[in-house]
């Protein structure tokens, strides 16, 4: 979900495949990047490859790899920074304590979750940085970083390229499908507030 007001089609529009790669990249595993409207660049520039602006077989082989160089690079971060910053006690941030809650974490979920936060804002940026933080073994993140890359780095943009090649109108109320989109995408977070809540 941004937290700016952001115009997805001029961006592409404005930025190509380099800006594409980059954004997704940079969503994926960089801290910076939880901003960007992940979701909805996908889908935009699928929607956009239907009239031709790209190519539908380009997008589909540099989206996927951008989010899975995004995430390997958001877990040697983890994996790197982690050991010098989870070392005190009673620290609200870095309490060592956090990274072996991590650890647990993922020795319990970690697969499914790398999984099913591709498709949560803000969640996909932060997982992997936490999945090297808890080290988890890069063989088992790596598998499922590929499954989870392909699966959104595909899945996204192949929708916004049939459904614009199926209804070409839909153009004019893409403001009004990124919003769905977007509230859409943080249904599993809702879920999980309301059922903390209850608890």
């Given at each position: 979900m941004p937290l700016l007001p952001i115009d997805i089609p001029a961006l592409l529009l404005a930025t190509g495949y380099l800006g594409l790669f980059c954004m997704v990249f940079?969503?994926?595993?960089?801290?910076?990047?939880?901003?960007?409207?992940?979701?909805?660049l996908l889908f935009t520039a699928g929607l956009l490859a239907a009239n031709g602006t790209f190519n539908i077989a380009a997008l589909l082989i540099v989206l996927p790899i951008a989010a899975m160089l995004g995430d390997s690079v958001g877990y040697w971060f983890g994996s790197w920074v982690g050991p010098h910053i989870f070392i005190k006690d009673n620290s609200l941030?870095?309490?060592?304590?956090?990274?072996?809650?991590?650890?647990?974490f993922y020795e319990k979920y970690g697969p499914r979750a790398i999984i099913l936060a591709r498709f949560v804002p803000m969640v996909r940026t932060f997982v992997p940085i936490v999945a090297g933080v808890g080290s988890m073994k890069y063989a088992t993140f790596v598998t499922y970083n590929v499954i989870?890359?392909?699966?959104?780095?595909?899945?996204?943009?192949?929708?916004g390229y049939f459904l614009g090649r199926?209804?070409?109108?839909?153009?004019?109320?893409?403001?009004?499908i990124i919003a769905l989109i977007i509230v859409i995408s943080f249904l599993p977070i809702a879920r999980e507030w309301w059922l903390q809540r209850k608890k």
């Open positions: 940079a969503e994926s595993g960089l801290f910076f990047g939880f901003f960007l409207p992940g979701d909805s941030f870095f309490d060592r304590r956090h990274a072996l809650r991590a650890k647990e989870g890359g392909l699966l959104w780095g595909t899945l996204l943009p192949s929708l199926a209804f070409p109108s839909t153009q004019h109320y893409l403001t009004l």
